[in-house]
């Protein structure tokens, strides 16, 4: 198992899922294991819906963070959420660890399809596809509506 670089996109990156600094964030780290990459987070009780019960949308957030980090640990790239597709086969519950794993499941040097599994215990809780855009910097740009970061520019597709 090899320990990604956590910070990428340089120390102010706001992600809700990945920076460590987010106040109610994730603060996600992953690994790369084989053709996988993988997370492993404890829900707190500030992401119940039910109760002792994590949000559903918190958890399709978790599956697609996972899935986001598979594209760039797995491609070098980043990829914008263009649709997500899962199954909650099982309440995730609070405070027990929950195991993301994502895969390629094809790409190509525009999209990316991943494959997500959120277990509890070995037990899936979720699994689903999700699909992202890699977009060259001049059509990140215009998702952004501003400048893209240095950092993040790397991750861009080269343009055609
Ligand atoms: C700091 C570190 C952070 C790391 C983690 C981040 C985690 C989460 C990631 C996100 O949250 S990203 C933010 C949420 N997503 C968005 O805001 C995207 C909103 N949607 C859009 O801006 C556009 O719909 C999108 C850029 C996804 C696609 O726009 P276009 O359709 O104009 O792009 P284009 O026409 O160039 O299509 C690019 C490719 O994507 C494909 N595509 C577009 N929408 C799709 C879709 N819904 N499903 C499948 N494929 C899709 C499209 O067919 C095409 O494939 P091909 O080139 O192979 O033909």
């Known amino acids: 198992m090899t320990d990604l670089d956590p910070n990428p996109f340089g120390p102010d990156q706001p992600c809700f899922g990945c920076s460590p600094d987010h106040p109610i ?30 949000h559903g949308g918190l958890v399709t957030t978790l599956a697609d963070e996972v899935a986001a980090w598979a594209v760039i640990g797995l491609l070098d790239r980043f990829g914008f959420t263009a649709s997500i597709q899962v199954r909650l086969h099982r309440p995730m519950r609070i405070g027990v660890e929950v195991e993301g794993r994502g895969s390629i499941l094809r790409h190509s040097s525009r999209t990316a399809t991943i494959a997500v599994r959120l277990s509890q215990g070995g037990v899936d809780a979720l699994t689903g596809e999700l ?4 977009l060259d910097q001049a059509a990140a740009e215009r998702l952004l509506g501003g400048p893209l970061p240095e950092a993040w520019r790397r991750f861009s597709r080269a343009s055609t």
């Not at 780290?29 to 819906?49: C, H, I, K, L, S």
């Open 25 to 54: 964030g994730f603060h996600l780290r992953f690994a790369r294991e084989g053709d996988e990459v993988v997370t492993r987070f404890t829900p707190g009780p500030q992401y119940q819906g039910p109760p002792g019960i994590m």
């Open 131 to 134: 699909t992202f855009a890699i």
